[in-house]
């Protein structure tokens, strides 16, 4: 067999294939608040196909995640609680929902601590470059802190831990509740959502801050961003 008849690749494409279907209007998922939010408006109206590279990459993270788990439910000096589980926090008109990676007790200076985690699978073999968490990470992890809750205990702290996918290198940062943070990640939220509602098209914070600019390499709606493109309400 040459391959020409048969592609064995198509069995893992076929396997992971899936159509985008688009978010909610008043639904809105932690992972996504620091992410431009032009990019989300543009999520709820113009569906995608993702590429067939990024479904593979996102299986790879699964994959990732449940070696963190295996981790965390043999260990002896911590406690697994739940994992993936679904939460959802009312702001106003709109909701932020999600679901949690992991939570865990540790005991920590003596005091047993209620923390969350987040795992980000990178790619490559490092985490040497990693110096500090991402701001949409931390973003994210604010609504999964306000959100958890055990035995009457809030959690207060939350470890955000980079693997890379190719060694399992790793690198964690310990993140702490800040209403801050949490207002700001509500107010990124709030400023989408009236966008959504309102129809109208919400400025290009990665197109226009040459830092942020990466972003739009990865971008499925490039083209339509770059025409200041805005869809009709369906």
Not at 63 to 87: A, Q
Not at 120 to 129: E, T
Not at 134 to 152: F, S
């Amino acid at each position: 067999m040459d391959g020409s008849d048969f592609n064995f690749s198509d069995l893992i494409d076929d396997f992971l294939k899936t159509k985008n279907n688009s978010p909610k209007i008043g639904v809105y998922w932690p992972s996504e608040i620091g992410a431009c939010i032009r990019q989300s408006y543009y999520k709820r109206f113009l569906p995608h196909e993702m590429p067939k590279e990024k479904l593979r990459m996102f299986k790879s993270a699964d994959l990732v995640h449940g070696f963190i788990r295996e981790v965390l439910s043999s260990s002896n000096k911590v406690k697994l609680l739940s994992w993936e589980k679904p939460f959802s926090i009312i702001c106003d008109d709109f909701e932020i929902s999600g679901r949690l990676d992991d939570v865990i007790i540790a005991e920590i200076a003596g005091r047993e601590e209620l923390i969350v985690i987040e795992v980000k699978s990178i790619s490559g073999k490092s985490v040497a470059h990693i110096s500090a968490p991402k701001i949409d990470h931390v973003y994210q992890v604010h609504p999964y802190l306000r959100a958890t809750r055990y035995e009457g205990r809030s959690a207060s702290i939350a470890v955000i831990w980079y693997i890379a996918r190719d060694t399992y290198a790793d690198r964690f940062f310990t993140v702490f509740y800040d209403q801050r943070v949490m207002d700001a990640a509500i107010a990124r939220v709030k400023t989408l959502h009236g966008h959504l509602i309102k129809h109208t098209l919400p400025p290009a914070e990665a197109k226009n801050f040459p830092h942020e600019s990466w972003r739009c390499w990865f971008c499925p709606f490039e083209r339509e961003c770059r025409a200041d493109y805005n869809p009709e309400m369906k």
